[in-house]
């Protein structure tokens, strides 16, 4: 995933600098030099990566981190302070403004093959839960394929598209949606504008033109992150051509560096607003710089992961299993709902990787099969083999119960005794949390569980 190698190498550093007990200034210039080269590796930009310690250093001689009690922590603590600045800061212009009379419009540009039209359509799904009436745009009238592709999104989430047949001026199709938004009483106009594979004038004339006639309320840049220093290029052309007021960086479920993501920002000084995670609808989430940065820090995005779970978790299912978690009980029909709840989540890779102290762990090849094999599918199958009463109560589950169980679900011996494993640890972890003793109950309490 996008940061792991940066986000291993951060925590390497800063485990060796922890071990150390009382710093002098040279641990500290030791380990941030080893920062640096991090951040370069990461195809951070070498101006941002240098200014980047810089602040780091001035920061933490100013704290008199060598005097203090645990001099790592706070090395680490300023080094996220500075993440978050680098990745935007935490003010509002990190936000979509559609205080505008309505409709707002949302313009987006981009490059071709940057995720530009699927942006589109998980924008007007997101803006649709928020509460807007969104209406799409197919005013990309160079790629044959994208009013097809944006009606298609369209009809898949029952968003109105607004087109015009080949060959219509997209100047015109622009102007003539806003009038459209109006009589549908749509109250976001979302412009899905022409891409090209290269930056060239025509293009940009276009969307100059479309710019002045429409005056939209966001010009948003979506930029592929996994293309990182060569997105940052991009970035820098359509603003100095077209004023943007937010971009959007796509792919950042990919495997890139993470290097665009954290050169962006301070490179074009324009706020990043949103970030996709997926190919599926709902794989878009504002982009928040707080969170970013600890889970660059290994430190997890709980509150992320939080927002994901309310958004799809069942909310009548999660009352009835925090209800039998508090008085002690925990079966293995909640383990199934728990594992169909999590499944729903997302990939299970990506929801593992929001959890804090996960990064190590990811390393496991154990864990990589458990999360790249079809996991779920041997849980349901083994316990759905099982009678009523060995749900309710597995410690019955013998050896020979067991034998039939694999039997019935077309699965072995060792996978039922595995899942048998999993569900004890996980009953240990779930009696620690609500009993607040243990391990699990600490590491809740420290996350607000
Ligand atoms: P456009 O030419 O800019 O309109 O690009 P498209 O919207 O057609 O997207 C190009 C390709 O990138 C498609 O295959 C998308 O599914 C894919 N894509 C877009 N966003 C993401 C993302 O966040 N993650 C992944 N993995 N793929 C994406």
């Not at 299912?317 to 999590?342: H, I, T, V, Y």
């Not at 607040?436 to 607000?448: D, I, S, T, V, Y």
């Amino acid at each position: 995933a996008m940061f792991e190698s940066l986000s291993k190498r951060l925590e390497g550093i800063f485990s060796n600098l922890s071990g150390q007990g009382k710093l002098t200034e040279d641990d500290v210039n030791a380990a941030l030099r080893e920062v640096r080269i991090a951040l370069i590796e990461a195809d951070v930009n070498l101006k941002v990566a240098r200014q980047f310690v810089e602040r780091v250093k001035q920061k933490a001689i100013g704290a008199d981190v060598m005097g203090s009690l645990s001099p790592a922590q706070q090395v680490l603590s300023i080094v996220n302070e500075e993440l978050i600045e680098v990745l935007g800061g935490t003010d509002d212009k990190n936000k979509l403004d559609l205080s505008g009379a309505p409709p707002n419009v949302i313009m987006l540009v981009g490059l071709q093959g940057a995720g530009k039209t699927t942006t589109a359509a998980k924008l007007a799904n997101y803006l649709r839960k928020q509460g807007s009436r969104p209406l799409m745009v197919a005013a990309d009238m160079y790629r044959p394929a994208a009013v097809k592709q944006l009606q298609t999104l369209g009809k898949q989430l029952t968003v109105p598209v607004y087109s015009e047949p080949m060959g219509a001026n997209p100047v015109d199709i622009c102007a003539n949606s806003i009038a459209y938004a109006r009589e549908q009483a749509c109250n976001v106009v979302i412009l899905d504008t022409a891409g090209r594979l290269n930056i060239d004038e025509r293009m940009m004339n276009e969307i100059i033109t479309i710019r002045n006639r429409i005056q939209p309320r966001e010009v948003l840049l979506v930029a592929d992150a996994m293309t990182g220093q060569e997105a940052v290029r991009v970035a820098q052309d359509f603003n100095q051509a077209v004023s943007l007021t937010g971009m959007i960086l796509t792919k950042m479920d990919g495997d890139a560096r993470g290097g665009a993501a954290l050169s962006i920002r301070s490179v074009t000084g324009v706020p990043v607003k949103f970030m996709t995670v997926g190919e599926k609808m709902d794989a878009l989430e504002p982009f928040y710089p707080d969170r970013l940065a600890s889970r660059i820090l290994g430190m997890g995005d709980v509150l992320s992961l939080i927002e994901r779970a309310q958004e799809t978790i069942d909310q009548e299912e999660a009352m009835k299993a925090q209800a039998k978690l508090q008085q002690g009980k925990f079966d293995l029909e909640d383990f199934l709902s728990a594992m169909r709840q999590l499944k729903r989540m997302g990939p299970l890779r990506q929801v593992m990787e929001m959890l804090p102290g996960m990064n190590k762990l990811m390393d496991m090849p154990e864990m990589e099969e458990a999360l790249e094999g079809d996991q779920l599918k041997y849980v349901e199958a083994i316990i759905l083999s099982m009678t009523r009463d060995e749900r309710r109560n597995p410690d019955i589950i013998n050896g020979s119960r067991r034998r039939r169980i694999a039997r019935g679900s077309g699965t072995g011996v060792e996978e039922v005794n595995q899942l048998l494993k999993q569900f004890a640890e996980m009953r240990t972890m779930i009696r620690q949390v609500s009993s607040g003793k243990g391990p699990w109950a600490q590491m809740a309490r420290q996350f607000g569980g």
